[in-house]
């Protein structure tokens, strides 16, 4: 069967948007020619950084015949419905159509239509031009005549309806050849914006820039090959990072991986040629974070550091050139190591700026105050400035400054929750954002945290305090790690949680795909903290607590007075439906003065804060479930345990992982058979509406079984709920396993539908008292099995 080759060779491709348009070729050729009626064996998409190739073999040579029936009107039906009829059918005369008949319907005529298969030559002539203007590149641009402006001269061109071909960078050449293996192949001349597509393309820009004619791929790769150019991207990652490894430990080096970094290089070049370059010693005072990002972000440079130093980097660079230069890349070398000395000396300047005062320390004195702030220190300066510059964190929850108010508040009640030094989580908030008013941190963003850490250890702030500023961004997804200890844990939750409570409390929630502000990844690292840690927090309140503490920064921007301006931000913000709630506006006002008194925590939850509340609480508990599936708990079991008022995900947890456990073993089925069963009839009878008594009467129990079935429900209840108070949850549901013995009694003897009402209600309270025996561990209904 015949092999289909495409190469669409361009200027250069940025390396960011190789890997996908390179799949995203694959997608839509194939899909096209299946569309078209085509078969293929496999397809593999390749790319450069001048080129898009595609290798489908075992292509169809043609599509099938297909035959068509098409059914028409009845035979009684007016002439101009026939007419239409015999067009769409392609008919000449109604002759040439058959009569049917339906029992219902009756007569009516029918066409059989036979389409010819078309050749794959054809087809792909067909398809391509249409695929290649369409191309969905994240950014295009016109090039050619076509792309002139009118009145630009080129009249030969206006005036024609040329659409000219957008491309990612200007496309300079098509291949695209079919034929078998053995025989002779075909180029397939299809032609779009004046490229026509042939069996010619071109190897390296400087090394092979001539003609080459291929034929099929196998050929194709080992030409291009021959003209210096790779055309497997994994080979080139292979090549690059063997032989940066290999320079390296050739002198006495060793290479930081680093996987990002690698992909794009790979997308640079064709011919990939591993160099050491050199830099001044001097600069090695400058952090190795500054160092590494400075060489990967300006000259695509990786670092190395000594062999067995990790802490440590080395005063080289590996760089990875496109050209095998006869000197051996001593030009290169020196030509990348003068922007690399440049670069670092900016580097070097912003850390040495960063540490010393800022020139307007008498303006900054208000801030300073506001959160004891010792302007002597530099970190602190930042800060002041952060929050004197009123640096805005978002439109609709106020500034930075604000916002660091908010979380140090938060936090001061998390501390003893937690279990942190209240002192020291009380200054690493204060100074966990200062860092953004920082060069470094200013140049490289990336850097924020870990750049803070660096300058509260310069100025003498305690390890836990300075470990905290870095780890309050952690953690940054489900692999990263975890703030380090139980202040910066209290400083992460409450950054986390004030960001979550802040984005529901203006509707900025996140929908479907799209979570612009990382919430999803937000929620799931207080999950993680939270279980992980063995932290046992109250959700509800934290949230309600969190939640007015942003309500009043935003109440207080308004006027302290309740007036008509101040309705229309209210609604806005979703409290308000209409102009009649001015008592929901003043409930707000009185819960914010109680607030800014210190006595929030004594003031009732009101309606709008509990459903708000609940609502963040269940998007809480779809990242528990993410969370707990991630780790090998069931989908069922998680349901058995977790209640839409939740609140302890820690205890839910536990709960998940006891039940997992006990569930397969005697004791855990003869507790899921024994409850199931009870469950089931009671919910079957209450959907009914049967009567149900508020409790079990004694004086109604007749029967022994019944009699016995209550005495050890009584008893099960007991030594169940002694141990869910002690978090024993297994032998809570060792407990309740012994219920099953009286439940298969009870069954066996006794006719729950008692004809006398109240027998009746007595004994479904029974299985009712079973139900909420097992409720305190889990809702065992919903369990499969």
Same mark, same amino acid.
């Given at each position: 069967m015949p092999d289909l080759l495409l190469e669409l060779r361009s200027e250069e491709i940025p390396a960011r948007m190789q890997r996908k348009a390179a799949g995203d070729l694959k997608k839509m050729v194939t899909d096209a020619l299946v569309d078209a009626g085509l078969t293929y064996e496999g397809a593999r998409e390749y790319w450069t950084p001048r080129r898009l190739t595609l290798d489908i073999r075992g292509l169809t040579a043609r599509s099938a015949d297909i035959k068509e029936e098409k059914k028409g009107p009845s035979v009684s039906a007016p002439q101009g419905a026939i007419d239409g009829f015999l067009r769409g059918a392609g008919l000449s005369s109604i002759d040439q159509a058959i009569?049917?008949?339906?029992?219902?319907?009756?007569?009516?005529?029918?066409?059989?239509?036979e389409k010819p298969g078309r050749a794959a030559e054809e087809i792909i002539a067909d398809v391509m031009p249409g695929i290649i203007r369409a191309f969905p590149w994240p950014k295009s641009m016109r090039s050619g005549f076509a792309s002139m402006p009118k009145g630009s001269g080129y009249g030969g061109i206006e005036g024609k309806g040329m659409e000219s071909l957008r491309w990612v960078r200007p496309l300079q050449s098509i291949v695209c050849t079919f034929g078998p293996e053995h025989d002779e192949v075909q180029v397939i001349p299809f032609e779009i914006d004046g490229i026509v597509a042939s069996n010619v393309t071109y190897g390296h820009r400087f090394h092979a820039p001539d003609a080459i004619t291929v034929k099929r791929f196998d050929d194709y790769v080992t030409n291009l090959e021959r003209a210096k150019v790779i055309l497997d991207a994994e080979r080139r990652k292979d090549m690059i990072l063997h032989d940066a490894r290999d320079i390296a430990f050739a002198n006495g080096l060793e290479l930081v991986e680093d996987e990002g970094l690698l992909e794009e290089v790979s997308g640079l070049v064709e011919w990939p040629q591993v160099l050491l370059g050199t830099f001044e010693e001097d600069y090695l005072s400058i952090p190795a974070e500054i160092i590494r990002l400075t060489i990967k972000t300006n000259q695509k440079c990786f670092v190395v550091r000594p062999q067995g130093e990790a802490d440590k980097l080395s005063n080289h660079f590996i760089l990875i050139s496109n050209i095998q230069a006869t000197d051996g890349g001593k030009e290169i070398m020196? #030509?990348?190591?003068?922007?690399?000395?440049?670069?670092?000396?900016? %580097?070097?300047? $912003?850390?040495?700026?960063?540490? #010393?005062?800022?020139?307007?320390?008498?303006?900054?004195?208000?801030? %300073?105050?506001? $959160?004891?702030?010792?302007?002597?220190?530099?970190?602190?300066?930042?800060?002041?400035?952060?929050?004197?510059?009123?640096?805005?964190?978002h439109a609709k929850l106020g500034m930075q400054g604000e916002r660091v108010a908010r979380i140090r508040a938060l936090a001061k009640e998390l501390a003893p929750i937690v279990g942190a030094d209240a002192a020291d989580v009380d200054r690493a908030v204060v100074l966990a954002k200062a860092d953004l008013r920082t060069e470094a941190v200013g140049e490289f963003p990336e850097l924020q945290g870990a750049m803070g850490r660096k300058y509260a250890l310069l100025q003498g702030e305690n390890a836990s305090v300075a470990a905290a500023i870095e780890d309050h961004w952690k953690p940054n997804g489900p692999s990263d790690r975890l703030p380090e200890d139980r202040v910066g844990l209290t400083v992460a939750l409450a950054d986390k949680l004030d960001t979550l409570v802040g984005f529901w409390a203006i509707d900025e929630k996140p929908t479907g795909s799209k979570d612009p502000y990382a919430l999803r990844r937000a929620a799931l690292g207080v999950v993680r903290m939270i279980l992980e840690k063995g932290i046992r927090l109250p959700f509800s309140a934290a949230l309600i607590r969190s939640g007015r503490m942003i309500m009043a920064q935003l109440l207080e921007a308004q006027a302290s007075k309740i007036d008509a301006g101040m309705i229309a931000p209210m609604r806005q913000m979703g409290e308000l439906s209409g102009d009649g709630q001015l008592s929901k506006l003043v409930n707000l006002s009185q819960t914010t003065a109680a607030l800014m008194s210190g006595g929030a925590n004594e003031v009732a939850p009101q309606d709008w804060e509990l459903a708000r509340t609940a609502d963040l609480l269940s998007f809480f508990h779809d990242r528990l479930k993410v969370y707990l599936r991630d780790q090998g708990a069931r989908h069922d079991i998680i349901d058995a345990v977790l209640t839409p008022d939740a609140d302890d995900l820690l205890m839910v947890a536990r709960k998940a992982e006891a039940l997992t456990a006990f569930i397969t073993s005697e004791d855990g089925l003869n507790l899921l058979a024994g409850t199931k069963r009870a469950t089931q009839l009671l919910a079957a009878e209450e959907k009914k509406g049967t009567v149900v008594a508020d409790g079990v009467s004694e004086a109604l129990l007749k029967l022994d079984a019944e009699k016995s079935l209550f005495a050890a429900i009584q008893s099960a209840s007991k030594s169940a709920a002694e141990a869910v108070a002690s978090e024993d949850f297994r032998s809570a549901m060792q407990a309740l396993s012994t219920l099953r013995g009286p439940v298969d009694t009870f069954f066996e003897a006794v006719l729950v539908n008692d004809e006398d009402a109240a027998i009746r209600a007595n004994r479904l309270a029974l299985l009712k008292a079973i139900r909420e025996a097992t409720g305190t561990v889990a809702d065992f209904s919903k369990i499969t099995g």
């Amino acid at each position: 069967m015949p092999d289909l080759l495409l190469e669409l060779r361009s200027e250069e491709i940025p390396a960011r948007m190789q890997r996908k348009a390179a799949g995203d070729l694959k997608k839509m050729v194939t899909d096209a020619l299946v569309d078209a009626g085509l078969t293929y064996e496999g397809a593999r998409e390749y790319w450069t950084p001048r080129r898009l190739t595609l290798d489908i073999r075992g292509l169809t040579a043609r599509s099938a015949d297909i035959k068509e029936e098409k059914k028409g009107p009845s035979v009684s039906a007016p002439q101009g419905a026939i007419d239409g009829f015999l067009r769409g059918a392609g008919l000449s005369s109604i002759d040439q159509a058959i009569i049917k008949t339906d029992p219902k319907k009756g007569d009516f005529y029918v066409a059989y239509m036979e389409k010819p298969g078309r050749a794959a030559e054809e087809i792909i002539a067909d398809v391509m031009p249409g695929i290649i203007r369409a191309f969905p590149w994240p950014k295009s641009m016109r090039s050619g005549f076509a792309s002139m402006p009118k009145g630009s001269g080129y009249g030969g061109i206006e005036g024609k309806g040329m659409e000219s071909l957008r491309w990612v960078r200007p496309l300079q050449s098509i291949v695209c050849t079919f034929g078998p293996e053995h025989d002779e192949v075909q180029v397939i001349p299809f032609e779009i914006d004046g490229i026509v597509a042939s069996n010619v393309t071109y190897g390296h820009r400087f090394h092979a820039p001539d003609a080459i004619t291929v034929k099929r791929f196998d050929d194709y790769v080992t030409n291009l090959e021959r003209a210096k150019v790779i055309l497997d991207a994994e080979r080139r990652k292979d090549m690059i990072l063997h032989d940066a490894r290999d320079i390296a430990f050739a002198n006495g080096l060793e290479l930081v991986e680093d996987e990002g970094l690698l992909e794009e290089v790979s997308g640079l070049v064709e011919w990939p040629q591993v160099l050491l370059g050199t830099f001044e010693e001097d600069y090695l005072s400058i952090p190795a974070e500054i160092i590494r990002l400075t060489i990967k972000t300006n000259q695509k440079c990786f670092v190395v550091r000594p062999q067995g130093e990790a802490d440590k980097l080395s005063n080289h660079f590996i760089l990875i050139s496109n050209i095998q230069a006869t000197d051996g890349g001593k030009e290169i070398m020196h #030509g990348n190591g003068k922007v690399v000395r440049a670069r670092l000396s900016d %580097a070097l300047h $912003f850390w040495k700026r960063d540490q #010393g005062d800022l020139p307007d320390l008498d303006t900054l004195k208000a801030s %300073a105050a506001k $959160f004891d702030l010792d302007l002597k220190k530099p970190l602190d300066q930042r800060m002041a400035k952060l929050d004197a510059l009123n640096v805005t964190f978002h439109a609709k929850l106020g500034m930075q400054g604000e916002r660091v108010a908010r979380i140090r508040a938060l936090a001061k009640e998390l501390a003893p929750i937690v279990g942190a030094d209240a002192a020291d989580v009380d200054r690493a908030v204060v100074l966990a954002k200062a860092d953004l008013r920082t060069e470094a941190v200013g140049e490289f963003p990336e850097l924020q945290g870990a750049m803070g850490r660096k300058y509260a250890l310069l100025q003498g702030e305690n390890a836990s305090v300075a470990a905290a500023i870095e780890d309050h961004w952690k953690p940054n997804g489900p692999s990263d790690r975890l703030p380090e200890d139980r202040v910066g844990l209290t400083v992460a939750l409450a950054d986390k949680l004030d960001t979550l409570v802040g984005f529901w409390a203006i509707d900025e929630k996140p929908t479907g795909s799209k979570d612009p502000y990382a919430l999803r990844r937000a929620a799931l690292g207080v999950v993680r903290m939270i279980l992980e840690k063995g932290i046992r927090l109250p959700f509800s309140a934290a949230l309600i607590r969190s939640g007015r503490m942003i309500m009043a920064q935003l109440l207080e921007a308004q006027a302290s007075k309740i007036d008509a301006g101040m309705i229309a931000p209210m609604r806005q913000m979703g409290e308000l439906s209409g102009d009649g709630q001015l008592s929901k506006l003043v409930n707000l006002s009185q819960t914010t003065a109680a607030l800014m008194s210190g006595g929030a925590n004594e003031v009732a939850p009101q309606d709008w804060e509990l459903a708000r509340t609940a609502d963040l609480l269940s998007f809480f508990h779809d990242r528990l479930k993410v969370y707990l599936r991630d780790q090998g708990a069931r989908h069922d079991i998680i349901d058995a345990v977790l209640t839409p008022d939740a609140d302890d995900l820690l205890m839910v947890a536990r709960k998940a992982e006891a039940l997992t456990a006990f569930i397969t073993s005697e004791d855990g089925l003869n507790l899921l058979a024994g409850t199931k069963r009870a469950t089931q009839l009671l919910a079957a009878e209450e959907k009914k509406g049967t009567v149900v008594a508020d409790g079990v009467s004694e004086a109604l129990l007749k029967l022994d079984a019944e009699k016995s079935l209550f005495a050890a429900i009584q008893s099960a209840s007991k030594s169940a709920a002694e141990a869910v108070a002690s978090e024993d949850f297994r032998s809570a549901m060792q407990a309740l396993s012994t219920l099953r013995g009286p439940v298969d009694t009870f069954f066996e003897a006794v006719l729950v539908n008692d004809e006398d009402a109240a027998i009746r209600a007595n004994r479904l309270a029974l299985l009712k008292a079973i139900r909420e025996a097992t409720g305190t561990v889990a809702d065992f209904s919903k369990i499969t099995g």
